[in-house]
């Protein structure tokens, strides 16, 4: 099943790898984004029950693969505490790419959605898993500087795991889901 939604996330990212740069033929803008916020645990009552809204901080750099759309590839770490002494920390580490659509940095305020994929490391105290999972959300960007190369951005989305292995069931049960909120600063290279 991991293998089919693998090769369908894999093909489109060679389809719009491979057609974007020839939609338009303006300047190539690469970029790097550094930022951080919260994390909410949203679904399962073990998973939101057990532990506290967390805190995040991730690192992307993004391709520039036509004038609306941008793929960002790099990490997010989130950490989450227990409600009660009783239960263990939890980290949650998620490396892969997303999809930026829209004109992202032509305006002095933009808007775009994105949607990804995610090779989720999943730890605690005494037990890790490796699974893997989607997102989608959206942000916003307002330039700061007067070149428009810089811009600070909010965004948030949904992360779907897919935690089907025996042992992550166990680790945090029902969790699947979770909405990081973050405030990035973008730099264009």
């Known amino acids: 099943?991991?293998?089919?939604?693998?090769?369908?996330?894999?093909?489109?990212?060679?389809?719009?790898?491979?057609?974007?740069?020839?939609?338009?033929?303006?300047?190539?803008?690469?970029?790097?984004?550094?930022?951080?916020?919260?994390?909410?645990?949203?679904?399962?009552?073990?998973?939101?029950?057990?532990?506290?809204?967390?805190?995040?901080?991730?690192?992307?750099?993004?391709?520039?693969?036509?004038?609306?759309?941008?793929?960002?590839?790099?990490?997010q770490h989130s950490e989450f505490s227990s409600k009660d002494e009783s239960s263990m920390k939890l980290s949650i580490t998620n490396i892969g790419g997303e999809f930026l659509f829209n004109d992202v940095f032509r305006y002095n305020v933009n808007m775009y959605p994105k949607f990804g994929a995610y090779y989720y490391l999943l730890n605690s105290d005494d037990v890790s898993e490796n699974v893997l999972g989607i997102s989608a959300g959206a942000g916003i960007n307002y330039s700061i500087s007067k070149s428009k190369r810089t811009f600070i951005s909010i965004e948030t989305g949904f992360h779907y795991f897919f935690n089907t292995n025996e042992v992550s069931k166990k680790f945090i049960s029902d969790a699947r889901m979770m909405v990081p909120v973050s405030a990035m600063i973008t730099f264009l290279l």
């Open 1 to 75: 099943m991991y293998l089919i939604r693998f090769r369908v996330i894999f093909l489109t990212i060679i389809y719009f790898a491979s057609v974007s740069p020839v939609m338009t033929q303006q300047k190539t803008q690469n970029f790097i984004s550094l930022g951080t916020g919260a994390t909410i645990p949203v679904q399962g009552d073990t998973f939101k029950g057990r532990y506290n809204v967390g805190y995040n901080v991730e690192a992307k750099f993004g391709l520039d693969l036509g004038r609306y759309y941008k793929l960002r590839i790099g990490f």
